[in-house]
């Protein structure tokens, strides 16, 4: 009884639509870089960069979103070490990407004991605070849940919109998806498939960036080391849910954010007490799996998806 | 740009590319070394004397390289025939739990039967987590990459579930910690006097074991066929996905065996902490070996070497040393870059 109670309270939304937010802004990155054809594994490091990069510029003096800006910049600069490798070289998809991450991690933890060498507890930076849009924040439930966030989680839905109007609605989206269905007739198209490609990672691995980023920025306020904890693996698990299509895998973000705020709260129930609290964190593990396994079957994975093009080539 | 095979490449085009990769690394490392403040010489000095300098570095290099070799090996294995297990941090840790399961006095056999048992144990129960994604994978076409990550953080969870559950130490002062292990389930000294175990004499041995498995079996042909090209192995009467079923059982025994040599062979008992991410390093390995078994051990002691020297030389000169896991992700992805370029030309266009 008490879980159905959890879901019809404003706050119980509000912290799904903020667990969320981070989530979608990766999910659409990944997206991108698979809807060109490239599967990028790098995502979980960038995201541990972005939310680095975010905090650090912050904490050095910069304006709020001149950090978003300069955790986009260090994502897309590992995107294009990514790109570059699969791309016009080809290189196995999967070892790049895991070499990536391991690099971008690496790399972040090497820079945060050199900027912070002395400290035990990270210093905590003035995040985004929530921003109530007038009128709409009114509506009972509804308001409070998706109209009273931090404008960080407003651009993630506004992003969501633009990306799937690009991507459905103008030349440019429509090479994107080409390049990742048939790069072939891009080519003969007469438009450069490495190009194209090489953009969409460098792009996508710019928004993985924003949604570590968001961890640190908006989410927290401070960074600590194993922050993202598997999230970027998750959320390729959910584009494979949102069916490759940008408004789906919003919700399934939504959904997955759902479940994870509700495990929150049933454990601090007298049911959810009696079970370790190790259960309630696998959750969304095992959740990933299951939407893996139920969609798997359905879902159409772009042709050239981990195909790599060489002109030329027949 | 467009990349043209070679058909005879020349000695130059073989070696060339490797070692400029190697070079760059460290090149990259020796820059990152002067903006932490330190002399890059003494740097990669202090790297390598507390890898080799001593009879102790060089034991705990060895130590360090045990558990790699096993998982290099459980990576090397599933990577040859294109399945992609990045599980083996799992898979270790499920070996690691039937150890204690099964050695902390359930059995209380003498070592020659006891020490047998559980490593076959270990294998069975890495073995079996690894079958699950294998089967989501030829069953339902489930990417095995993401299932097999997800499976890590999962299988942690289950274990510190249990550390704090059933299997926790009673005597362990309420850290999360398994009870030890009866003294006949532990691995003895490979020479009495010196910080060595029988794991590592295990680790060798499994190696030599993989190599003569993958060319002079039918296995090994099968898996390499499935590896190079699943349609044509298909075509050929291969039946690709018990192959791939075959070849996740081997690659995730391998990483079990990793967790029981590490409980059973130097810390005898199980905590969280148990493997500092030996199952994501052995891809480093995996790769850096090129995938062929014996490159693993080569490669296993080049990077256990390399972390043991970093923690001192962090200790020495002030460096972090994640260092060390930034020159491995370089080394990695430039390897990787250096083999690609020994068989094709970039040609402008």
Known sequence: MEIVEILFTASFWAAAIRIASPLIFATLGELICERAGVLNLGIEGIMVAGAFAGWMAVYSGTGLWTGVCVAMLVGMLFGTLHSILTVPFGLSQHVVGLGVTLLATSSTYYAYRLALPEVTSPPKIEAFQPFEIPILSGIPLLGPALFSQTPFTYLAFVLVAVVAVILYRTPLGLAVRAAGESPAAVAAQGLSVTAIRM???????????????????????????????????????????????????????????????????VQQTNFGSQIPYQFFLMMPYILSILALVVMSRRAKVPAALMVPFNKGER | ??????????????????????????????????????????????????????????LETLNRATPLIFTGLAVAVAFRAKFWNIGAEAQLYAGALMTVLLGTGFLPWPGVVILPTLALFS???????????????????????????????????????????????????????????????????????????????????????????????????????????????????????????????????????????????????????????????????AMLALLHPLGVIVAALFVAGIFVGADSMSRAADVPTYLADIMLATALLLMVLAIMLTRFRVVRD
């Open chain 1, 199 to 265: 953009g969409a990672v460098i792009v996508g691995s710019g928004f993985m960036a924003m949604g570590g980023a968001f961890l640190t920025m908006s989410a927290f306020d401070s960074f600590f080391f194993e922050m993202v904890n598997g999230r970027g693996w998750i959320c390729i698990a959910l584009v494979v849910f949102g069916s490759w299509r940008p408004g789906k895998a919003l919700l399934g973000a939504v959904l997955f954010a759902a479940f994870d705020a509700l495990q929150i709260r």
């Open chain 2, 123 to 285: 294998i069975l129960a890495g073995a079996t987590l690894l079958l699950v994604p294998a089967l989501l994978k030829t069953r339902f076409g489930v990417d095995e990459v993401v299932t097999t990550l997800l499976f890590n953080f999962i299988f942690l969870l289950f274990i510190s579930m249990l550390l704090e559950g059933p299997l926790k130490d009673p005597m362990g002062m309420g850290w999360p910690k398994s009870a030890r292990l009866i003294p006949e389930a532990r691995l003895p000294r490979l020479v009495e006097g010196l910080r060595l175990h029988w794991g590592f004499a295990l680790a060798i041995l499994s190696a030599i074991a993989v190599w003569i498995v993958q060319t002079r079996s039918t296995l090994g042909y099968e898996m390499r066929a499935v590896g190079l090209n699943k349609q044509a192995a298909a075509f050929a009467g291969i039946p690709v996905n018990i192959v791939l079923v075959k070849t996740a059982l081997l690659s995730g025994g391998l990483a079990a065996l990793a967790g029981f040599s590490e409980v059973a062979g130097l810390k005898g008992s199980l905590t969280l902490d148990l493997s500092p991410g030996f199952g994501y390093t052995g891809i480093i390995v």
């Open chain 2, 1 to 58: 740009m467009r990349l043209e095979p070679i058909k005879n490449p020349s000695l130059a085009r073989s070696l060339l590319p490797p070692a400029s990769a190697l070079g760059v690394t460290v090149v990259i490392a020796s820059l990152l070394a002067m903006v932490a403040g330190a002399n890059p010489f003494s740097v990669f000095g202090l790297i390598l004397e507390g890898a080799f300098g001593s009879k102790f570095a060089i």
